[in-house]
């Protein structure tokens, strides 16, 4: 399962975002990227879209750790896999819908992607070389 709160992209979110939003929520989130555009909010919406870039990368990251440990796990798993699977590409789903966030996603500065992969990502990918 997806945890609900994220390490790396917390730093993104100002204080005052992060008490007012679900930050596990992508609706929220893509609501308030949308709120800020239509406000001229500019910094406040780009503060949004950089934190949904962190969002997004883990949610790509734990969908390839899902689809990795799918093709190795034993099939009494293979339901609780695929729920999560599900959860996660609907989630990823909505925010890569915006344009702009989708943008601000795969924008992000590679150090940032690679510490993300490192810890959503695929745990034993080495081994399959």
């Excluded at 930050?23 to 503060?47: M, R, Y």
């Excluded at 339901?79 to 601000?104: G, Q, T």
Aim: glycine share 2%; aromatic share 4%.
């Amino acid at each position: 399962m997806i945890e609900n709160t994220t390490t790396t992209a917390t730093a993104a979110v100002p204080a005052v975002m992060a008490d007012i939003l679900d930050l596990s929520d992508p609706q929220a989130l893509v609501d308030a990227h949308a709120a800020a555009v239509n406000a001229g909010q500019v910094s406040l919406a780009e503060e949004i879209a950089r934190f949904v870039a962190h969002v997004g990368h883990e949610l790509r990251a734990t969908a390839s750790r899902v689809d990795h440990d799918l093709s190795r796990c034993h099939e009494n798993r293979y339901d609780e896999l695929h729920a999560e699977d599900d959860e996660v590409s609907a989630r990823l789903r909505i925010l890569e819908a915006v344009p702009a966030l989708k943008a601000a996603i795969d924008a992000l500065a590679q150090d940032d992607v690679a510490a993300i992969w490192a810890q959503y990502g695929p745990y034993d990918v080495e081994d399959d070389e």
